[in-house]
């Protein structure tokens, strides 16, 4: 039991696996939702990911680049005692803009989290899945919604290979 909040701490370890370093093979869609582009960038490099919080929080420093240039990233998780989730947050170094955050937990190895976005000005929903392929793989896929969750447009997909 927290002793703060009175709640399970079943999520709490929920990314413990991932701490490490990883090398990372990004594919990202040119332009998502446009209904037009259907052409993906691809980028490889690493992933750290560094505990923080005694196992409250951790962060993820993305290093990616290829053809069409560099991905400079930081996510933040945090645990929230309360809810017993966690939450992410994308902040992407090149424009220094913080991503509103996504929300959930694991079950049965892959973590599904949902939150709202603006993309070109419209309203989206975001749908980002982890899912844990063995102790030393992990796949990411991030998707997009304009029509309230009916359909997904999956727009990131990276696989992370541990690394030593």
Do not use: C
């Amino acid at each position: 039991m927290n002793v703060y909040s009175g709640t399970s701490l079943s999520h709490k370890h929920d990314f413990d696996w991932e701490i490490g370093t990883w090398r990372t093979s990004v594919r990202v869609l040119a332009d998502p939702l446009s209904g037009t582009d259907d052409r993906w960038l691809r980028f490889s490099g690493t992933s750290v990911v560094t505990q923080l919080l005694d196992q409250r929080a951790n962060v993820v420093e993305l290093d990616v680049s290829g053809p069409a240039g560099r991905i400079q990233a930081l996510n933040l998780r945090l645990y929230e005692s309360g809810t017993d989730r966690w939450s992410s947050t994308f902040a992407n170094l090149r424009d220094g803009l913080i991503t509103p955050s996504v929300h959930g937990t694991f079950a049965e190895g892959a973590g599904t989290f949902y939150g709202k976005d603006q993309l070109g000005g419209r309203a989206i929903d975001v749908r980002f899945v982890i899912t844990r392929r063995g102790p030393d793989r992990a796949r990411f896929e991030q998707a997009y919604s304009d029509d309230a969750g009916e359909t997904w447009e999956t727009n990131w997909i990276a696989v992370d290979r541990r690394t030593g």
